[in-house]
């Protein structure tokens, strides 16, 4: 029986599109910075990539720096605020990503935490009450808030956010790396300053992403060197990486209602578990989330044995919990959304993705329920 792969928000399977294009970079050869026709070439192709990508988030070419991921993105955000002495006090929703959330606290900056709510969507009223009584001291609020979480792909309301922080003319950081290609990414009317993105969860090569910056905020270099995209970011350019970033963002963008579609295979799967287990926990359900992302808890079933005997039964899941390093670490988006320990203990995540089969989170389901069965049966003959 073939694998069922359900981690697409770690990362997706790369597209016969991205393939194709990094392929025939590759193939085609060149540095960017070369002023002969091989390097010409090369540079047409970067390019080419630029306007596809900003193209795809409604953002001007020259606001397109590429970079290493979503990773370092975030990071040449956060520290280009701080650095710049444009910020010195940093606004950071409780349920960011780790790049976002450690890079605020190693810029030397002050941080604050935003509060989610129970469903983990931002307390807006706490943002404006806060902004309202900023000390200019601190110079411009910086807010980061991404778009969609990883762990419950819980949406933000990212353009009430933006009308909160122009009230303070504060700046704004969206993380885009799980929302885009999932969801209509429109860098303008989302109202951000800077906006990351990630190859690799799209179906696009590891290794590239990109940060947009928006024309007037601050950037400042973290790497030195050739001055390569325009000194915002030296390094010989990845050429390929960009084609096939921008290749399997055309297709992810072109197939937004196919994404869509998911959500009727994780509900009937979500439902499915819940027949069986009334006391199922769907984490963020009560919010708008991705259609492709379920993370959920049964009282009593551990993570790791979720994940160990799924594993062994053909299923690629992921923990609700952040593993790095092979060290498992509690959640801290399920902690700030009020979760105790011992139910976030038991969490898990499912996420579809666009080469998924129609009955994937089926199948998944069945196995789920017969492994949970074993583990109820277990506990009442202990
Ligand atoms: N931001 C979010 C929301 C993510 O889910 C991830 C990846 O897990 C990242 C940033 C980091 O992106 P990358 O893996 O490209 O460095």
């Given at each position: 029986m073939a694998r069922v792969y359900l981690d697409y928000n770690a990362t997706a399977p790369m597209r016969a599109e991205a393939k194709a294009a990094i392929a025939r970079a590759q193939d085609a050869g060149g540095n960017a910075s070369s002023v002969h026709a091989t390097g010409?070439?090369?540079?047409?192709?970067?390019?080419?990539?630029?306007?596809?990508?900003?193209?795809?988030?409604?953002?001007?070419?020259?606001?397109?720096?590429?970079?290493?991921?979503?990773?370092?993105?975030?990071?040449?955000?956060?520290?280009?605020?701080?650095?710049?002495?444009?910020?010195?006090?940093?606004?950071?929703?409780?349920?960011?990503?780790?790049?976002?959330?450690?890079?605020?606290?190693?810029?030397?900056?002050?941080?604050?935490?935003?509060?989610?709510?129970?469903?983990?969507?931002?307390?807006?009223?706490?943002?404006?009450?806060?902004?309202?009584?900023?000390?200019?001291?601190?110079?411009?609020?910086?807010?980061?808030?991404?778009?969609?979480?990883?762990?419950?792909?819980?949406?933000?309301?990212?353009?009430?956010?933006?009308?909160?922080?122009?009230?303070?003319?504060?700046?704004?950081?969206?993380?885009?790396?799980?929302?885009?290609?999932?969801?209509?990414?429109?860098?303008?009317?989302?109202?951000?300053?800077?906006?990351?993105?990630?190859?690799?969860?799209?179906?696009?090569?590891?290794?590239?992403?990109?940060?947009?910056?928006?024309?007037g905020a601050p950037l400042v270099a973290r790497q030195h060197g050739g001055r390569q995209e325009r000194g915002r970011r030296s390094g010989t350019e990845n050429v390929a990486g960009a084609a096939g970033f921008a290749a399997a963002a055309d297709a992810a963008c072109a197939s937004l209602s196919a994404f869509h579609a998911l959500a009727a295979q994780r509900d009937a799967m979500e439902a499915r578990l819940r027949s069986a287990h009334p006391d199922l926990v769907v984490f963020g359900e009560g919010a708008e989330r991705l259609a492709n992302t379920s993370a959920f808890a049964l009282p009593g079933f551990a993570s790791d044995a979720q994940l160990m005997t799924l594993d062994l039964a053909g299923f690629d899941i992921s923990s609700g919990a952040a593993c790095s390093s092979g060290k498992v670490r509690a959640s801290h988006v399920l902690a700030a959304m009020g979760v105790d320990d011992a139910l976030a203990g038991c969490a898990v995540r499912v996420s579809l993705g666009w080469s998924s089969a129609p009955d994937d989170a089926g199948r998944f389901a069945e196995a789920w329920l017969n492994e949970a069965a074993r583990i109820v049966a277990r506990k009442e003959t202990a």
């Open positions: 010409r070439a090369a540079r047409a192709t970067l390019e080419d990539a630029r306007v596809r990508i900003a193209r795809a988030v409604n953002a001007p070419a020259d606001d397109v720096v590429f970079t290493s991921g979503g990773t370092e993105a975030d990071n040449l955000a956060v520290f280009s605020v701080v650095a710049s002495g444009a910020a010195k006090r940093l606004l950071i929703a409780a349920t960011e990503h780790d790049a976002v959330l450690a890079a605020a606290q190693a810029s030397g900056a002050a941080v604050e935490f935003i509060p989610v709510n129970a469903s983990g969507v931002v307390d807006l009223a706490w943002l404006d009450a806060r902004l309202s009584r900023w000390d200019a001291e601190d110079g411009r609020p910086f807010i980061a808030v991404m778009l969609a979480n990883n762990e419950t792909g819980v949406i933000q309301p990212i353009a009430d956010i933006a009308g909160i922080k122009n009230t303070a003319d504060g700046l704004l950081l969206v993380d885009a790396v799980q929302a885009f290609g999932k969801i209509a990414v429109d860098c303008a009317a989302l109202g951000a300053d800077y906006l990351s993105l990630s190859a690799h969860k799209i179906g696009g090569p590891g290794g590239v992403g990109a940060l947009i910056v928006k024309e």
